[in-house]
């Protein structure tokens, strides 16, 4: 049974920084590219980065150069460090490997 849990949401000022983590369980992690998603509050869930099993990172434009998706795959896990935060990048975030999703975690950007 695979397993994704995230944590590290919370509250953040706007320009603040945050780091997501995913811990994943259950699969052979390294084989895998994994996902980072998003759903605002009335809009569709989005795409946000994509870390592939080689380490290539693709980013949506919105994140491109404020995000870093990164895997530690001794540890299973892949991060997203948010910088420059904006309001706008309000959302529960989400990992995916495969097709195996976590809860959830949220993000709010706010003064």
């Known amino acids: 049974q695979v397993q994704l849990v995230e944590s590290g949401g919370g509250l953040v000022q706007p320009g603040g920084s945050l780091r997501l983590s995913c811990v994943v369980s259950?699969?052979?992690?390294?084989?895998?590219?994994l996902y980072w998603y998003r759903r605002a509050p009335g809009k569709e869930r989005e795409q946000v980065a994509i870390?592939?099993?080689?380490?290539?990172?693709i980013y949506t434009d919105s994140v491109r150069g404020r995000f870093t998706i990164s895997r530690d795959n001794a540890k299973n896990t892949v991060y997203l460090q948010m910088n420059s935060l904006k309001p706008e990048d309000t959302a529960v975030y989400y990992c995916?490997?495969?097709?195996?999703w976590g809860q959830g975690t949220q993000v709010t950007v706010s003064s």
């Open positions: 259950g699969s052979t992690f390294g084989d895998n590219a």
């Open positions: 870390i592939t099993s080689r380490g290539t990172a």
């Open positions: 995916r490997e495969l097709e195996f």
